[in-house]
């Protein structure tokens, strides 16, 4: 870590304490107040994290970013989540060969100048595939539905991944808005979903019909089923902002101790902490290693999920009724816990997290 990343660091954390942690609650729901967040991670330049520093980014390494996820995720899940759809969007055009959109995009996505969303799970889903492409003469026809685009009214555009006839998968950019082309193409967008939990990000679904995609906006073709090898290798990335979830309800844990006083919520708080500090170190440790077998990392996954479920429940009760108010911080974290158990989910990390609970 070179001295810029580390002040970006510690610019991101003291941003996230001083200012983002105590309107959590208002962020999780009022889109305008996530709006002002979002802005605020781009006037710090906080916005284009693993983009190489050559390219407009901060280049953090793996482990920086790792931390950085941890400490959003502790303090606002709706912001996390959201921005983390823009950071997601940024690696796709860093690993693209299309340089005419680098050029264009990335400079300007640090400071959310341009704001890109993504929406290619549906690509996890088995079976006939939701969102098809077919090519035609300078570029590809889309066809289908995205069941899931978050940053609806927030991002400008957003990436798509499709199923090509044989089975490749390709990316490209699309307006994140209700729109019709010359050609009679169309992309109808939903009303913003009704979710149990960071409602104010706007996720939409979405109905595409021969839209067409010309070659300049592709970001990327891979080869079949890349997106499952891609969660694969990537197991633990999520884990990240279900320990920083974890971390958000211990803290309201303990400073629920602090007020009452009573020794069984400190004796909670001290145990659940130092299990998700062991579930931390060796997550880090993992990251480091290149010989840390699969089961290994989804074992970690699942732990974290395990740990973000069991202290927000704790933080729950401790708060006794006044966690049932909307309004309510533990309230929050306890839904933070539900997307985060279910966020980038696969077959393996279902089945693992379920194990977990017998």
Known sequence: MNNQQQELLEIAQQYLQQEIAPKANQIDRQ???LRVALQGLGKRNLLALRVPENLGGAGFSEIE???FQIAIASTSGALAFLQTQHQSAG???VASENQFLQQQYLPQMSKGKILIGVGFSQLRRRGKPMMQAREVEGGYLLDGEVPWI???DFFDQF???AALPDGRELYGLL???TQTQDTSGTILLSQPMELIATTATNTVSGKIKQWFL???QVVSIKPPNSIHEGSKKNILHHGFFAMGCAYAALNLLKQIYQKKQLAFLEQSWQQLDRELTICKKKTFQVITQSNSSDQ???QLRAWAINLAGRCSQAAIIATSGAANYLNSSAGRIYREALLFSVSGQTTDVMAESLKQLL
């Open 31 to 33: 889109s305008d107040k």
């Open 65 to 67: 970013y790792r931390q």
């Open 91 to 93: 690696s796709f055009l």
């Open 150 to 152: 978050t940053g609806f």
């Open 159 to 161: 990436i798509i991944g």
């Open 175 to 177: 307006p994140l808005q």
């Open 214 to 216: 010309p070659d300049q």
């Open 296 to 298: 290994e990392k989804l």
